[in-house]
């Protein structure tokens, strides 16, 4: 047995898991050490996000990237978990928050959505955290979302449930990631202080076939029954557009309209009527 951590966890160890722990181990150090000097290596891209409607970019969410000194550009995928676990989750949360919030200034008008983890919305301080660098970067609050999913919701959800509704007073909007991939019950959307759900990409790529456009049709119809706004990720093509479109998504998002991209390409997208809008609507 061996302890892990520091913290009350016991494992047995198998060669195997021996190799896995060392990774992580290394992983850990080498973001803890790019944490110390986030400019250096962390960055922030943004991906936009269009209305349904009209094509015009309404919102940007932030995605971070990692440019590690040997891997190159890494996707958070690789590596949030390993900072959720060793601790270092809320550092790198507010430091994307601050990041995001400062690059958001030149884009007025647009809503901003940051990804949060679990454990930063456990955390009774959140709010407050929140609260204080709105009023620091004097921010209007009802610019920002904030997207968790819905294994946020699993634990300790009294805690996550007041945390929301406390965002919410601030006047800060919350969004369901990844929808219908998790293990929610679907009451949570009735009891939390949600205002819009995403729809996950995997189901977005299925509508081209009968039970996927049924599952799709389905969440349309509850986001509608419940006065939720719709936004569906991982739109890579035109039919899928048009689908989601005529079932009731009010935003897209996916490589068809914009791959994440940095500040500067945000900035210069908003120079022009014509980069403003990202697809063109057929009448
Ligand atoms: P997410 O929040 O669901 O973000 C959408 C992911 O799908 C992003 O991956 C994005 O690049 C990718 N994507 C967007 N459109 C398409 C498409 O049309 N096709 C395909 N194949 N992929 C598309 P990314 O950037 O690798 O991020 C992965 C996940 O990492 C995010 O999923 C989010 O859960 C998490 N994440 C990202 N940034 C942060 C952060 O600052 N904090 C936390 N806690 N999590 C983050
Ligand atoms: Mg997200
Ligand atoms: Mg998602
Ligand atoms: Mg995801």
Known sequence: K?????????????????????????????????????????????QPICCAQTGEITGVEALLRWQHPI???????????????????????????????????????????????????????????IGEMLAASGWDPTRLELEITETALMTRSQDVAETLARLRELGVSCALDDFGTGYSSLSHIRDIAVDRIKIDRSFVNAVESRPGAALVEAIANLARANGLLLTAEGVETQAQFEFLRAAGCHEMQGYLLSRPVPAHAITRMLESADTRRLIAIAA
């Open 2 to 46: 061996a302890k892990m951590d520091g913290r009350d966890r016991y494992v047995f160890f198998t060669p195997d898991l021996d190799e896995i722990v060392r990774h992580r181990d290394s992983t850990n150090r080498e973001l803890r050490q790019a944490l110390a000097s986030c400019d250096e290596q962390l960055r922030v891209h943004y």
């Open 71 to 129: 891997h190159g550009l890494m996707s958070p995928a690789g590596f949030i978990q390993a900072a959720e676990e060793c601790g270092l989750i809320e550092v790198l949360g507010n430091w994307v928050l601050r990041k995001a919030l400062a690059d958001a200034r030149e884009w007025p008008g647009l809503r901003l959505a940051v990804n949060v983890s679990p454990i930063q919305v456990r955390n009774r301080a959140f709010p407050d955290v």
